[in-house]
């Protein structure tokens, strides 16, 4: 039997309703777990899903006050970012006025899709040079998600890396971009084209490329080649040879170290998160954390 045009907008109404419920519990599980009210510097990330570990911070900080003079900072990852700090009344400072020796306790952010290892793919909404910065300042990078996001390997359900760069060089890094291996990388322009390109928080821009889905680096171990030949790649190599090109700032390729790792090898923090908090569509939270959280 055909789908009426009401039956299809209800059945779209009701995923949508899915998938912000599944944000918003498990974005307050990861607040629960990782966040205290006698925390200095907190990092917080961008897009949709991070509306709710805000919310889920300012209900923690009415129920349990800090100590009476304390301050909570709140260290935004761009310009959506400090809109929702400032919405909350929480208190924002930029990541070029932190203390030359501050550690930020945690960063919560949320990712446009997690692997097996927790590699995550970030900058869907075109932030993730300043998400990297504070996740590789701070003891712990806490995810959170919705389990859409949840998939074995990366670019699986999400089709792409974003990739931030200068203007002058977008089209030479394209061109190194398919010598790679990515099937017609482009340049994010704004829904209305006339706009022109997308312009991030440093005024550069993205672009999106397509590659194979990513081993990692688990598969290697196993003897599956990373290496680039035929177009597949392990993450980590992959995001090393991006970030090598003349051009780029950075990669919406998180892997590598996580914090605590980074830590313990003498670094003060890593881009991979220690956690994610998976919200499902039945209403539950799916944790998955590094080994060194589990043990
Ligand atoms: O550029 C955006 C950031 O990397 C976001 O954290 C990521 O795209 C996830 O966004 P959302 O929570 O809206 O799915």
């Known amino acids: 039997m055909a789908t009426t045009a009401a039956e299809a907008k209800a059945k779209a109404a009701t995923s949508t309703a899915l998938v912000e419920a599944a944000k918003k519990k498990a974005a307050f599980a990861a607040v629960a777990e990782h966040f205290t009210s006698t925390m200095r510097f ?38 959506n970012s400090r809109k929702v700090i400032e919405a909350a009344g929480l208190t924002p400072i930029a990541f070029d006025s932190l203390p030359a020796d501050a550690q930020l306790e945690v960063a919560f952010d949320g990712a446009d899709e997690v692997d097996d290892e927790l590699n995550c793919i970030k900058g869907g909404g075109a932030c993730l040079f300043q998400e990297k910065l504070v996740a590789c300042r701070s003891k712990k990078f806490v995810c959170i998600a919705d389990y859409r996001k949840n998939q074995q390997r990366l670019l699986t359900n999400w089709p792409t890396i974003p990739i931030e760069v200068a203007p002058i060089a977008y089209a030479s890094v394209i ?71 003349n051009g780029v700032l950075e990669v919406g390729l998180f892997c590598g170290l996580n914090g605590i790792q980074a830590q313990a090898a003498g670094l003060l923090g890593g881009q991979k998160p220690v956690a994610v908090y998976f919200g499902t569509a039945e209403g539950e939270v799916q944790k998955v954390q590094c080994s060194e959280l589990t043990n």
Not at 188 to 198: A, F, I, N, Y
Request: glycine content about 12%; charged content about 20%; cysteine-free.
């Open 175 to 245: 061109r190194e971009l398919v010598a790679l291996g990515s099937v017609k990388p482009i340049l994010r322009e704004h829904t209305l084209s006339k706009t022109g390109p997308v312009q991030t928080d440093q005024s550069f821009y993205i672009i999106d490329a397509p590659f194979k889905q990513l081993l990692t680096a688990g598969d290697v171990k196993q003897g599956k080649d990373g290496s680039g030949k035929d177009g597949v790649w392990e993450v980590e190599t992959l995001a090393r040879r991006i970030k090598a090109i």
């Open 42 to 79: 907190v990092g917080i990330g961008s897009g949709s899903t991070i509306v709710y570990g805000v919310e889920a911070i300012k209900a923690h900080l009415a129920a349990h006050p800090p100590p009476q003079g304390h301050i909570n900072w709140f260290v935004p990852t761009g310009w």
